[in-house]
Structures are given as C-alpha cells and as structure tokens.
C-alpha cells in the first residue's frame, strides 16, 4: 500500500497500513504545513509562521531545520514520499490523493459535476466519509487553527450540496431526523431550516415545517434584528400552500449544470513591452500535471497607472489553454471614488457565471465563500482578482484546495498573501524608454510617429515611462488629429500644466485622478508625508533627511514610508534611500500646496534645508580637517545626527546626497536664503573638488556670490571669488580664474586677512603656472609662504613649499626641487594632512624623474598613488599615473607606461576633462589606445 497521510482529525501517517511515529506536536505542525501544500515549495518564513506564528523563538530556522531532518528520518520507511530543500524553502513530494485534505477537495468537485445523481451522492458520501473528527488535532497555532475554521465550513458547504442533493432526489424521510439534529447545533443556520422544512413538509409534516420558520424567524429577529431571506419567505409561503414536492432546494448547482465561465475581460489592444514580467508570471504560475495539481498564486503590485491590469490581461489571454475549465474575473475597484467592493459582491459574480441559480446563493459571506470554495475545487481555472484593495476582499475570494491560479494586481503590497497564503510578488515599474516609445507608437499611425519622432521622444520622456500617462496623450492625440504633438509636449514641458494635459476627459483617464484615488485611501499622517515628499528637492531623499522633512522619530519615519510603499506611492530603490516617480511627485506638490497651510511647509521644508547643511558641515570638517570655518552660519538644528567615523564615510555621504545637496541649494536661492545658500556652497568645496565635479563646483559659487552680493558681505564675497577661481582654474577657464583671484586678493586685502592673501597668492601662482608662466608663478608662492611662514600656519607653509619644489623642477633646478619637497612631505606628515601629501610625493617623484633617479620617482610615485585613492580625488590619481608613466617609459617599460595611460585616460573621461585628448594621443604614440 503506498503511504497515506491524515488531517481531517487526529494528524496520522501510515505506510502499508501501519502507523508512522512523526514526532512531537511542533514537529508534527512541521509536516502538516508541508503537507496543506504538498508538492509546492512552502518557504521557511511561512513555515516558521505556520509553526510558531508570532511566538517564534529565537534560532527559529536552525530549529526548523533540526525537525525537517527529523521528519526525514521517520518517513524514510515511505518510498514514495520525500522532503526537499528548494529555493528558499522545502517541498514534500507526494501523491496528492494519499493526502485526506486533497482527496476531499477532489471528490467535492468531482461529485459536484457527475450529471448521475445516484453516483454523485455515492461520491459526496465517500468525501465526507474521510472526516474522522476536528481537522488538524492537537495542532494549536494561528495558521492551523484559521485552516481548521476554513475546513469545517468547507465540511458544512459540502454536506449542505450533499442534503440538497438526496432532497431533490426523494431521499427527505431519511435525511428529516439528521436535519433536525443539524437545526438544534446550528439553528440560525438559514439554508439547513430550509432543507429541513423541505423534509418535513414532503414528510407531510407541514405544521412542524411551519414551526422551524417560526422558530427561525425568532432567533433571527432577538439575536440580529433581521427577517428571513426572501429565499426562505419564499419557501413558508409554498409549505402554507402545500406546494413544496417540485420546488427546487435552495443550495448549489444541480449535479451536472456546472459551467465554463468566461469571465476575462477583452485583452489590452495597444500592448508593449514587459517580456521579462510576462515570463516570471508564467513561471510562478506554472502548473503541473498529474495528480498533484498546482495552487499558484500571485500578486502584481505598482503605482497607479503603471499597467497593472493591462499584464494580467495579456497574460492570461496568452495562457488560455491552461484553464481548461474557465477564467473568473473580478475589478474589486479597490481605489474607485465610491469605495472598493465588498467579496460578498464579488462572490455573487462568481457564483452567478458558475451557473449557481439566484435562490441558492447563500446570504451569509462564510457560507458564500464556501460555496465557492466548493464549486472550483479539483477544476483548472483562472482567479484574477484586479484591482484588490486589501486581504479582506481578497482571501474569501481564494480556492480551497489545489487546482486553480489566482492573479491579484493591487496598488498596496499584500503582504499577508505572501507570509500566510505563499503568494508570489512581482512589483511593477514604469516602461523603459525603448518600451514606452513601442507602446505610445502603436497608438499612433507609423507616418505620424515617423513625421514627429522629435515630440515622440520628448514625451516619452516626460512622462516617465508611466504607460497609463503614454495611453493618455495618445488618446488625445488620436481623438485630435489636427494638433501637433509639439503641442502636447509644450503643456508637457512646463510642470504647472504636465498633470493637466495627462486627462483625456474621465476618471479612468485622467491622471490626477488615478493618483488621488491611491492618496485618498491614506491616513492622515502617511498622506501629509507623501505631500511634503513631493516637495523635497532632488531626485530622492534618505531616511534622516525624510525624518526631519516630517518633523518625526527616524522609527516613526520609516514605518510611513513602509505605508507609502505599500500603496505604490514611494519606493525604496537602495536600502533607507526614496524616490517617487515624477508625475507622482508633481501630484504629491500640487496637492501639498492646495490642502496645507503656506506656514506647515515653510516650516519642513526648512528643518529639510537644515538638516543637510547640517550634516555637510559635520561631513566637511572630516573631509578637511585642516581647513578653517570663515564666517559663522545658521546654528545647527539637528541635534540628533551623528559624527563621521572618517573620511571614507564622510565621502561616502556626500556621494549618496550629491544632487539632493544641489537641488537644495537651489532651493534656497528660490526662498532667499541667502546665508543657507552661501554655507551650503561652502560646505560642497572639497568633496567637488576631489570627485572632480568641478562645473558643478563653478556653478555652486557663482550663486554662494550672488547670494554674499546681497548679503553685502565683503567676507563671503571675497571666498566665493576665491573658490569661483579655483573651480575655474580646474576647468581651464585661466582668464576668468585670474580674474576672480585678483578680486578676492584685494577684497581679503581690505579685510587684513594674511592668511587668506596667501592663499590667493598661492592659487594665482597655480594659474600663473597654467599658463607657462614659471617665473610669475615661482614669485606669488614665494609670497604665500612668507605669508604663512609669518602667521606660522603649517599646513600653508608645506602646500607652498611643495609648489615651489614644483616650480623649481620646471626651471630646471632639481637639487632646489628636492629640497623644498622634501620639506613639504615632512610637514604634511607632522601635521597629519594625507591629502596634501600626495601632492608632495608627485612633486618629490617629478623632481628624482628630472635628475634621471627613476627607481627613486616610482617609489615617489607609488606612495603619492597610495595616498590620493584613499580620497577617491580622480583627477589628482590621472595626473600622478600620468607621471609615473613618463617614467615607466624613460626606464623602457612600454606596457608599464601604457596601462599608467590607460588608467589615467579612463578617469579623465569619467571627468570629462580637457587633458583626456592629449592622453589619447600619448597612448597612441606608444602603439595602443583604448
């Protein structure tokens, strides 16, 4: 005999008819939990819930693995039985009829669809005949005892057809005395009255069939204050008349009317793209043949608009063939304006194309569902469940047993689906740009598309690959096919219109809309941050910065964000970092400015400003320590942020806040905040300069001495034009950086800053050396360390010396060169300045090369290398592996050479930096370029 499990009361398994010992009570869960989904990988996180549910203990996995090994152990007697570890969790392979559960719900089915009534009542016999008491017994956790109230209402459902059954077939003297014992445990039991006034009336019983009514209708009215169905009015009328022996019982369909319902609404006519998410929906809802068929079952979640809906259309309009016995389909309008529908409704639907007649529809939900339950049981057939708002429309709508495929598409994350029903998840995103294109073209006619493909693109573009946005301009497009789509993308182009020209006349096509469907559903502090969202600068915003928008606990913070996930509004693209797609964000600001107080968002979107210049600062001075703070800004506000534990994290931070930085700055200009905007360009000085974002750079000055000019303040004016020439300098624009650096001499010059003119003076000499103008150059460094040496600034003092070194290898005088470089480098290292350092190495290495000590400029080399990579400066590595391979080269080490050029070549490309041409060229007259 082949093995056979148990769970329709006591847990039992037995091989060839004896009993297998399968452990204790937590062990035995185990095996019921696997066996609930025999032959479908249940993953370790369900059945750590099905388990121990929200008690799990800790090392929960390493003991769940201890009872798989365990129950391996007592099934190996079991040949045809096997536990295996597959993709993140464990299958038991068995045949599906060796399990009561499955047996049961097969022969349900099958009893329910045999047209002769004598062998399906022998059938119905046989499914409830495999009930040996409570299900699932001793089991006690949240999942068994939510699957145990589910079976014994699948129990009652399948008795009731049973009943309904053997009345129609002449069986009401027999089943009258079961019927009243059945009344007295459930007697506000509507339909099982109503059989048992069918059986008593035929019996000829009419005034006790009349008193059960009255009975009934007592109960009804003292414990929840409603009448009778009409259903069951209808049939006390009939007993009154003595017209009951043709009547048809109320219950489910008669054996043998059972349907193939074609409920899939038409596929979507204009369809592009999305091959990959069409291949993962086909290979999680795949389902197997034989005995042990497959419950899959899927959730496809996104923004609105994002196309949803318009996949599992197509999807299931492509796999036809695999549900064989129908396709359910409901729109559960889980965001329409009137409310999401009820599954009492949705159950009506169901039942309505699965050819039950009106009078058997049960009006209780759980009696409902399990008559749905029941009638899809054992069948191939397609659940799509569109447009779900939560689990509770959703789960009285799923199967019982195996069989069907159940697709969900919702805008909220149905996060209980996937923890206690095995759902699978696949998230939705925007269309790339080849796909968008691809769908907004099929909408139009090829000769349009080819004659405006300029306007083509930019809309595509602007609505950012959000396929109902596309859908929309092409309706608009199609309906006017006089107007230019240059028009479109004029209304396109500017934000205050964009979400205006997305509406093409009604709910369902109108943008702003769909969105405020998704925002209504919030409560009101998730909505209040999804506002404020829309209005923070940059492309993304982080968790701390998020908090302190909200004016909230980072913990409190991060739970909203989850809400705003969970409907599809924000998404979480890198750990604790957020970004709305644009079109939401441009409702999320329009909203804003309509709904809340002009002060509310002043208010956070100033504690956001706060909050960055804040952490720059705390970020700057561990960047650079040795540079000075100038004028006193805005008193730090967030007294909860934390200290840099160095300079890789310290870089690491600006890299991540990059364009948020920029976005507000500005901001800040847009508000006039002027000393924010001038403390914030401040800030970003030494990270744009080492990573090379030198335009950027240029760019954030020029509005820091916009903002100093109306400031009036001769010191901020006089750093600007100082860091304005630096930047300047970078990008090769000599004139203008001269230009800038004379003006911030004489300013500081005013001020009687020394050590601020020596700085000048050491960057004028920078520029004077840009220009081939050595002797200029040698002059205006020998100024600056003067300067320091008089202030005793060390740090000054080591930079002019090393350029001095510089200076004095370019004319030719390498024993002075050494010198001064060799006290740079001791400098640099007593003050603890690695940075600065690097540049001395270089220089010292510069300085061996030119008096022909090679070996002794690699090792200058290597070590300036060392250094400077610790800061990630991209500039500063090219321009020192473009002197180690001047030396590779004089020491003939070709290939050495080349690979220091192609390096160097790499990183100027990355900066898109004016000197990348003339390395291309040095690489090419070695003989290799990339």
């Known amino acids: 005999m082949p093995t056979e499990f148990g769970l329709l009361g006591d847990l039992q398994a037995q091989v060839d008819g004896r009993p297998l010992d399968v452990g204790h009570v937590r062990q035995r869960c185990v095996l019921a939990a696997l066996l609930v989904d025999v032959n479908q990988v249940v993953q370790v996180g369900q059945l750590v819930d099905r388990v121990w549910g929200e008690h799990a203990p800790t090392g929960a996995h390493a003991t769940l693995y201890s009872y798989v090994s365990r129950l391996r152990a007592c099934l190996a007697p079991a040949d045809d039985v096997q536990i295996v570890r597959q993709s993140g969790g464990y299958l038991l392979a068995a045949d599906a009829a060796s399990v009561d559960l499955h047996r049961f719900h097969r022969l349900a089915g099958l009893a329910r669809t045999t047209p002769d009534a004598g062998q399906a009542l022998r ?3 046989e499914a409830l005949g495999l009930w040996r008491g409570l299900p699932l017994a001793p089991l006690d956790t949240p999942w068994a005892n939510g699957l145990r109230d589910a079976l014994q209402r699948d129990r009652v459902a399948v008795d009731r057809d049973r009943t309904d059954l053997a009345l129609r077939h002449g069986q009401h003297a027999a089943l009258a005395p079961y019927l009243m014992a059945c009344v007295e445990e459930h007697p506000l039991d509507e339909r099982l009255v109503s059989q048992l006034m069918l059986a008593l009336s035929r019996c000829g ?3 006790e069939a009349l008193d059960q009514y009255d009975r009934l209708r007592r109960r009804l009215a003292d414990s929840l204050g409603v009448d009778p169905t009409p259903e069951l009015q209808r049939l006390h009328t009939d007993v009154l008349k003595g017209d009951t022996e043709l009547r048809e019982p109320t219950g489910s369909v008669a054996a043998g009317e059972a349907t193939m319902p074609r409920q899939l609404p038409a596929p979507p006519p204009h369809f592009a793209g999305r091959a990959h998410e069409l291949a993962e929906l086909t290979r999680v809802l795949s389902v197997r043949d034989g005995a042990a068929l497959s419950v899959a079952m899927c959730a496809v979640g996104g923004t609105g608009g994002v196309g949803k809906t318009s996949l599992a259309l197509r999807w299931a309009h492509d796999n036809l063939a695999s549900f064989p016995d129908g396709q359910l389909y409901v729109n559960l309008r889980g965001f329409d304006p009137g409310g999401p529908m009820t599954p009492e409704v949705a159950l009506r639907g169901f039942l309505d194309g699965l050819r039950v007649p009106p009078a058997s529809i049960p009006a209780d939900l759980d009696a409902r569902a399990a ?10 057939m397609l659940i799509l469940l569109d447009n779900a708002h939560g689990m509770e429309q959703v789960v009285p709508l799923l199967p019982g047993g195996p069989g069907s495929v159940v697709l969900i598409t919702s805008r909220v994350r149905l996060g209980g689906l996937i923890t206690t029903y095995g759902a699978r998840w696949l998230g939705l995103d925007v269309l790339d740009g080849e796909e968008a294109h691809e769908l907004l073209a099929r909408r139009l006619s090829r000769q349009r598309a080819d004659a405006e493909a300029a306007s083509l693109r930019e809309i595509v573009r602007r609505c950012g690959g959000l396929p109902l946005a596309l859908s929309i301009v092409a309706a608009r497009a199609v309906m006017q096919p006089d107007l230019p789509l240059d028009a479109v993308t004029e209304e396109l182009r500017e934000e205050a219109t964009r979400l205006d020209a997305l509406n093409a006349g009604d709910l369902t096509a109108d943008l702003r809309a ?21 209005l923070a600068p940059g492309p993304e915003i982080g968790l701390a910065a998020a908090a302190r928008l909200a004016g909230l606990p980072p913990t409190r913070t991060r739970l909203l964000l989850q809400t705003l996930q969970d409907h599809h509004l924000v998404q979480q693209h890198r750990p604790e970092r957020y970004r709305l797609h644009d079109l939401v964000r441009l409702y999320a600001a329009d909203r804003a400015h309509r709904d809340q107080p002009a002060d509310l968002l002043a208010a956070a979107l100033r504690r956001l400003v706060e909050h960055y210049l804040d952490t720059a600062q705390r970020a700057a001075r561990v960047l650079d320590p040795q540079r000075e703070p100038v004028a006193a800004g805005p008193a730090p506000t967030d007294e909860t942020a934390g200290e840099f534990a160095g300079q890789p994290e310290a870089l690491a931070w600006f890299a991540r806040e990059h364009q948020m930085l920029l976005a507000t700055l500005e901001h800040t200009v847009a508000q006039g905040l002027d000393r924010h905007t001038w403390h914030l360009a401040w800030t970003l000085e030494t990270f744009l300069d080492y990573q090379g974002h030198w335009r950027d750079w240029a760019y954030t000055q020029r509005l820091a001495l916009d903002a100093a000019r109306r400031l009036d303040d001769p010191l901020r004016q006089a750093h600007a034009y100082r860091s ?12 203008d950086a001269y230009d800038n650096q004379r003006r911030a001499l004489a300013l500081f010059g005013e001020l009687g800053d020394e050590g601020r003119q020596a700085d000048i003076a050491r960057g004028l000499g920078w520029i004077c050396h840009q220009r081939g103008n050595w002797a200029e150059a040698l002059d205006f460094n020998q100024q600056a360390l003067k300067l320091y040496q008089h202030l005793d600034q060390r740090p000054g003092q080591a930079l002019a010396l090393n350029n001095l070194g510089w200076l004095h290898v370019l004319l030719g005088e390498h024993r002075q060169a050494l010198a001064y470089c060799a006290q740079a480098v001791a400098v640099h290292q007593e003050i603890g300045d690695a940075h600065a350092e690097a540049g001395a190495w270089d220089s010292l290495g510069f300085a061996h090369h030119h008096l022909g000590e090679y070996a002794q400029a690699v090792r200058c080399y290597e070590r300036a290398l060392d250094l400077v990579r610790g800061f990630h400066d991209r500039f500063n590595e090219a321009d020192i592996l473009r002197h180690l391979a001047e030396t590779r080269q004089a020491t003939g080490d070709p290939e050495g050479a080349r690979g220091c050029l192609e390096a160097a070549l790499s990183l100027l490309q990355q900066l898109d930096h004016p000197d990348a041409p003339q390395v291309r060229a040095d690489l090419d007259r070695l003989g290799g370029s990339p």
């Open 514 to 534: 769909v969105f405020a469907a998704s925002h209504h559903r919030l409560a009101a502090a998730p909505s209040l941050l999804f506002l404020l969202l829309g």
């Open 371 to 380: 008559l749905y339950r029941s009638l899809v049981a054992g069948r191939r």
């Open 724 to 735: 304005l020439g630096l930047a300047e300098t970078q990008l090769g624009l000599l004139d």
């Open 205 to 207: 019983l009419q005034a």
């Open 123 to 125: 059938i119905f016999e």
